[in-house]
């Protein structure tokens, strides 16, 4: 018996269109698998879920603690910012001028890194992290540190 495989369909001398997995029928042809290849950062094989920066406001303070558990550095500087803005998959994390500080910090790639999988992991889409400053508007408070305080 002389059996023989093609793309995902196996094939013996008496029978020459043996499916391997039933599901995949449909005829057309497939593209290979990548293996050992990653998408390229900013990229998922499945299209991103719509996420919103009230969504992502709304885990911020424990997406903090829960990084603050292994660094607790990385729950300070977070804990200074707050998110702005989402800009596709790119999340921009506002800091008052007193904080200049703490956003130079989660511009460095070691603080920067780990911020952005754990967010990528809490709301299943890989995001980005920048920052910017942010001068305080009219009616905002801050504490005794400069922080600026949010609603009651």
Same mark, same amino acid.
């Given at each position: 018996m002389n059996i023989t495989a093609q793309g995902t369909h196996v094939a013996a001398e008496t029978d #020459?269109? +043996?499916?391997?997995?039933?599901?995949e029928t449909s005829g057309q042809p497939t593209s290979p698998p990548m293996f050992g290849?990653?998408?390229?950062?900013?990229t998922s094989a499945s299209p991103p879920i719509p996420l919103s920066l009230a969504q992502v406001?709304?885990?911020w303070t424990r997406v903090a603690r829960r990084l603050g558990r292994h660094r607790p550095v #990385?729950? +300070?500087i977070l804990a200074a910012g707050l998110p702005v803005r989402l800009v596709e998959q790119t999340l921009i994390v506002g800091f008052?001028?007193?904080?200049r500080f703490q956003r130079e910090?989660?511009?460095?790639?070691d603080y920067r890194v780990p911020?952005?999988?754990e967010l990528s992991r809490t709301f299943g889409v890989p995001l980005a992290v920048t920052t910017v400053l942010q001068p305080m508007r009219s009616?905002?408070?801050r504490d005794h540190e400069g922080t600026i305080l949010r609603g009651r």
């Amino acid at each position: 018996m002389n059996i023989t495989a093609q793309g995902t369909h196996v094939a013996a001398e008496t029978d #020459l269109n +043996l499916p391997l997995f039933p599901e995949e029928t449909s005829g057309q042809p497939t593209s290979p698998p990548m293996f050992g290849r990653r998408h390229p950062r900013g990229t998922s094989a499945s299209p991103p879920i719509p996420l919103s920066l009230a969504q992502v406001s709304a885990k911020w303070t424990r997406v903090a603690r829960r990084l603050g558990r292994h660094r607790p550095v #990385l729950a +300070l500087i977070l804990a200074a910012g707050l998110p702005v803005r989402l800009v596709e998959q790119t999340l921009i994390v506002g800091f008052s001028p007193h904080r200049r500080f703490q956003r130079e910090l989660l511009e460095v790639p070691d603080y920067r890194v780990p911020v952005e999988e754990e967010l990528s992991r809490t709301f299943g889409v890989p995001l980005a992290v920048t920052t910017v400053l942010q001068p305080m508007r009219s009616g905002q408070r801050r504490d005794h540190e400069g922080t600026i305080l949010r609603g009651r």
